[in-house]
């Protein structure tokens, strides 16, 4: 791959990439381990990309491919939470930052589905190729995130 190349999906991607892991995996500095190996995983590849679309494709696939490797990981599982909140990125409006804070506190297979189809506009196929599920897995995972989310929200509410 040549330097510009890389350069512009770097400078084009690495948002995306960060966002993805960081929905995925709730820590800020695993985020930023992930977004440094799609890159230099980008770097040493030397596949030929049909589109700019077949290499977004291609990042997000590696990065959820990376996301799910680290949750397995049994070091993952030893580590003890040092904070129960994920620092929230700052908001125009108060029920923006809610709704962040309730899609973080899904669980990773219903948040990282949610956030690939909402904020990545993937449709449910390409969801599907990313995440190695059945397109039908995806649909009921959208369902019942969005179920989750809004029995979440609604408690939120009527607390107040």
């Given at each position: 791959?040549?330097?510009?190349t890389f350069?512009?999906?770097?400078?084009?991607?690495?948002?995306?990439i960060y966002?993805?892991?960081?929905?995925?995996?709730?820590?800020?500095?695993?985020?930023?381990?992930v977004?440094?190996?799609?890159?230099l995983?980008?770097?040493?590849?030397?596949?030929?990309?049909?589109?700019?679309?077949h290499?977004?494709?291609?990042?997000?696939?590696?990065?959820?491919?990376?996301?799910r490797?680290?949750?397995?990981?049994?070091w993952?599982?030893?580590?003890?939470?040092?904070?129960?909140?994920?620092p929230?990125?700052?908001f125009?409006?108060?029920?923006?930052?809610?709704l962040?804070?309730a899609?973080?506190?899904?669980?990773?297979?219903?948040?990282?589905v949610?956030?690939?189809?909402?904020?990545?506009?993937?449709?449910?196929?390409e969801?599907?190729?990313?995440?190695?599920?059945?397109?039908?897995?995806?649909?009921?995972?959208?369902?019942?995130?969005?179920a989750?989310?809004?029995?979440?929200?609604?408690?939120?509410?009527?607390?107040?």
């Amino acid at each position: 791959m040549d330097k510009e190349t890389f350069t512009r999906a770097v400078e084009h991607y690495q948002n995306s990439i960060y966002r993805l892991a960081l929905h995925a995996l709730g820590r800020p500095a695993d985020a930023e381990d992930v977004v440094q190996e799609v890159f230099l995983r980008l770097f040493r590849t030397d596949k030929p990309f049909d589109s700019e679309e077949h290499l977004r494709r291609w990042l997000l696939r590696v990065g959820s491919n990376l996301c799910r490797d680290i949750l397995k990981s049994p070091w993952r599982r030893r580590q003890a939470q040092l904070t129960d909140t994920i620092p929230a990125p700052a908001f125009e409006r108060e029920d923006q930052r809610e709704l962040y804070r309730a899609v973080m506190a899904l669980e990773e297979k219903y948040r990282s589905v949610l956030y690939l189809f909402y904020y990545e506009d993937l449709p449910v196929r390409e969801i599907a190729a990313l995440l190695s599920l059945g397109e039908s897995a995806v649909t009921t995972r959208l369902s019942r995130g969005r179920a989750k989310l809004k029995a979440a929200l609604k408690e939120g509410w009527q607390d107040e």
